[in-house]
């Protein structure tokens, strides 16, 4: 047994959509810090372009910066015909993108389901779909393609925080998570998720960037704080290495214990 490269997944190329900020931009700097080549993809590429420029320097891998509106049909073909165009194969595909709304119940607008519902569900199927065949490539048997989808603590915990279609919508990536990986493992595809409580991130920031609304909700984690980048790391680097090939189906709490309170 090898256990110094157990965690080394240096070299392999990687995708991560919402990589211009947030948990995903936590996720491209684990990736590159340990060695990938990522591509990072966002409506906004001003922002993929400030992360790549920054993660650049650092290394020892390199980020590569994409514009893809991922609410339309259109955005995830562009997308899936960018990477083809730039790579014969990928090795890990990370589902990030995403967004929310808040409004209570009675007021909370149609539009806003199916919008939720359009980025962080419908997108991360058919983004997944369209990449199937380099994920496939890539994918061996004592090697796997990974797809690591981010989920959410409110997609296990039936607690609205009056964003019902946000925690609706993780609750269906948490079973598509499910489906997929009895579905793709035959084709040595490993699909996990990555369920986070509270990390700072543009989604939380109305929280986090208050010191008081920010301690008030820590003292609601047992762990007593927030998610770091670190904590994203070391569950991204497992399961994307040799130390989480037999991990499929999964849908990993990284909550600080949320998710087991009664």
């Not at 955005?75 to 015909?81: D, E, N, Q, S």
């Not at 058919?126 to 981010?150: E, F, G, H, V």
């Not at 609750?171 to 489906?179: D, G, I, N, Q, S």
């Not at 984690?221 to 040799?242: F, K």
């Amino acid at each position: 047994m090898e256990i110094s490269n157990l965690f080394s997944i240096e070299g392999k190329v990687a995708l991560v959509t919402g990589g211009g900020s947030g948990i995903g931009t936590m996720a491209t700097e684990a990736l590159v810090r340990a060695g990938c080549k990522v591509y990072i993809a966002s409506r906004r590429l001003e922002s993929c372009e400030a992360v790549a420029e920054e993660l650049n320097a650092v290394g020892p891998g390199q980020v590569v910066a994409l514009q893809a509106d991922l609410k339309t049909e259109e955005g995830t073909v562009h997308l899936a015909k960018a990477m083809a165009a730039h790579e014969d194969k990928l090795d890990i595909l990370v589902n990030n993108s995403g967004m929310t709304w808040g409004a209570p119940f009675e007021e909370f607008p149609r539009s806003k389901w199916e919008e939720v519902f359009t980025l962080n569900v419908t997108a991360v199927a058919d983004l997944t779909r369209r990449l199937l065949p380099m994920l496939r490539k890539s994918a061996t048997a004592s090697d796997p393609a990974r797809i690591i989808n981010l989920g959410s603590v409110v997609g296990t915990r039936p607690v609205s925080n009056s964003a019902y279609s946000y925690g609706a919508s993780k609750a269906a990536v948490h079973h598509l998570t499910r489906m997929l990986s009895n579905e793709l493992g035959g084709d040595n595809i490993t699909v996990n998720a990555i369920a986070p409580g509270p990390f700072p991130s543009r989604m939380m920031a109305h929280i986090t960037g208050d010191e008081a609304r920010r301690k008030a909700m820590e003292e609601g984690v047992p762990l007593r704080r927030c998610g770091t980048p670190e904590d994203i790391a070391g569950v991204l680097l497992m399961l994307a290495s040799r130390a989480g090939s037999y991990i499929t189906g999964g849908i990993i709490p990284l909550d600080g214990g949320l998710s087991a309170l009664p």
